[in-house]
């Protein structure tokens, strides 16, 4: 299996920054795109930022210029730096990634457990 870990959500108050991570662990052959997606109370789940193994990025347009995304291949980690974060960025924050257990079959899609960041105005 594929196991996510996050760490680094908590509370901070509007303006702060805070930087999420999130380990993959387990029987990796290779990852492909590694993402990042928050879901708020009331609200559907949805893609904050992605990066691909090249490093090829894309962000939500709500945090453009406010979050930057960025992994570590030998590591297996993705980060999320956030600043000049706004009360409605609070949510859980969960890790996913696409990732291949070995050199033939399908990748598939693995999340994280979620992580809780609030923003306090």
């Known amino acids: 299996q594929v196991q996510l870990v996050e760490t680094g959500g908590g509370s901070v108050q509007d303006g702060g920054s805070l930087r999420l991570s999130c380990a993959a662990s387990g029987s990796i052959f290779s990852i492909n795109a590694m993402g990042w997606y928050r879901q708020a109370p009331g609200k559907q789940r949805e893609l904050v930022a992605q990066i691909s193994r090249s490093d090829n990025t894309m962000y939500a347009d709500s945090v453009k210029g406010r979050f930057t995304i960025s992994r570590d291949n030998v590591k297996n980690t993705v980060y999320l730096q956030m600043n000049r974060l706004k009360p409605e960025d609070t949510a859980v924050y969960y890790c996913?990634?696409?990732?291949?257990?070995?050199?033939?079959?399908?990748?598939?899609?693995?999340w994280g457990q979620g992580t809780q960041v609030t923003v306090s105005s």
């Open positions: 996913n990634c696409n990732a291949r257990k070995s050199s033939v079959g399908y990748a598939n899609d693995y």
